[in-house]
């Protein structure tokens, strides 16, 4: 039983909109037809409005490629050397913004805390106060997966738009999208991916992209064909490149799947889900990594010095129960179960919490 923060366990009807025979994407009409009610779904998982007037309008763009494509594209497309990035983090993938936006020229300042600490919103108001503050981005992550921390990305993007309202924000969501509430129409590039709590095989980086954003991509020369969403925002006369057919119809059936439980429905389930993870954890002496007011209803990452491989294996090879470790520096003391789409539900989060009990 896969029970990872992605990729996650696939359903049965998702695997069998797979299996169908295989649709040219840039020769059948039908492909088009798949691709813009794929990108209207995801329109209504996002909550925006790709209509709506006044600049508040997001369109949606799914591109091939898993879902670290998103963070790199939203980058590529927006960065050139001399543009300013303030990288808010509190984890390994808010740090990774920083990265990339040096790989594209620009330059990065990293306001970060400690992986196991919230995100640094005190420190983020002095960063924007500062004489030489002038910053055209501010990059952060809502779920960092390492940890299983939820970040209130809500209160950072209050204090940025109180210091200026020109700074464009880029959030990686890819971890919380579907199965957590997500503040898209505040956000410039809100990033998600196809493998996490949509159930849906790696291949797809989603990104709702709002008008402000598509402007300042217009003024960039533009670094990468593939890394890049500018050829996304108008599909009408072709892709840019051969699109992931058989990835399209999956995460296509997936939203179905989702949009017809509710979303509310499926973020309660969520959170249920994530209870009894901590409840049961609780019950065999494990601590979450971050406490549990701050831990995601997706995933939950529990502290096990030194064990974390070792116990890994164990549940894979006594108990058929896949389970991932930390990343970076916490890869051996850190286990994380992986309550997210489809695998969010009490029952399977018994059968896995079963198996750890098991093994420790």
């Not at 970060?112 to 981005?137: K, R, S, Y």
């Not at 402000?212 to 890394?227: F, G, I, K, N, V």
């Not at 470790?325 to 051996?332: K, P, R, S, W």
């Amino acid at each position: 039983m896969l029970m990872t923060p992605g990729p996650t366990a696939v359903p049965e009807p998702v695997r069998d909109a797979m299996s169908r025979e295989l649709i040219h994407p840039d020769v059948d009409p039908r492909f088009r037809e798949i691709y813009d009610r794929l990108t209207d779904r995801l329109a209504r998982v996002y909550g925006v409005d790709t209509d709506a007037p006044g600049g508040d309008a997001r369109d949606v763009v799914a591109l091939g490629g898993e879902g670290i494509l998103g963070l790199e594209a939203a980058v590529a497309s927006l960065v050139e050397p001399g543009t300013e990035v303030l990288c808010l983090s509190n984890g390994l993938y808010g740090e990774g913004f920083a990265d990339f936006v040096e790989s594209y020229g620009g330059t990065p300042t990293l306001v970060a805390a400690d992986h196991d600490e919230p995100l640094p919103v005190d420190a983020l108001d002095e960063a924007l106060a500062g004489d030489e503050a002038d910053f055209d981005i501010a990059t952060m992550v809502h779920c960092e997966t390492p940890t299983g921390a939820l970040n209130d990305v809500t209160a950072a993007l209050d204090r940025i738009e109180a210091a200026d309202a020109e700074v464009l924000t880029v959030v990686d969501a890819v971890s919380s999208l579907g199965g957590v509430s997500v503040p898209t129409d505040r956000i410039d590039v809100c990033l998600g991916a196809s493998q996490k709590c949509f159930s849906a095989p790696p291949g797809l980086a989603t990104a709702a992209v709002s008008e402000r954003a598509w402007a300042a991509m217009e003024e960039r020369d533009p670094h990468s064909l593939y890394a890049n969403f500018l050829p996304f925002r108008d599909v009408s006369d072709g892709f840019p490149y051969t699109h992931l057919t058989t990835e399209v119809v999956a995460l296509d059936a997936a939203l179905g799947l989702l949009l017809d439980e509710g979303l509310d429905a499926v973020r309660e389930r969520h959170e249920a889900a994530a209870a009894r993870c901590r409840e049961r954890g609780a019950e065999l002496g494990l601590e979450p990594v971050p406490d549990p007011e701050r831990s995601s209803p997706t995933v939950t990452a529990f502290e096990v010095p030194d064990r974390a491989e070792a116990l890994q294996e164990r549940l894979r090879e006594e108990h058929d129960v896949i389970l991932a470790t930390g990343l970076g520096e916490d890869a051996g003391d850190v286990l994380r179960v992986g309550h997210m789409g489809h695998n969010a539900r009490v029952e399977r989060v018994d059968e896995t919490m079963d198996a750890l009990a098991a093994v420790l």
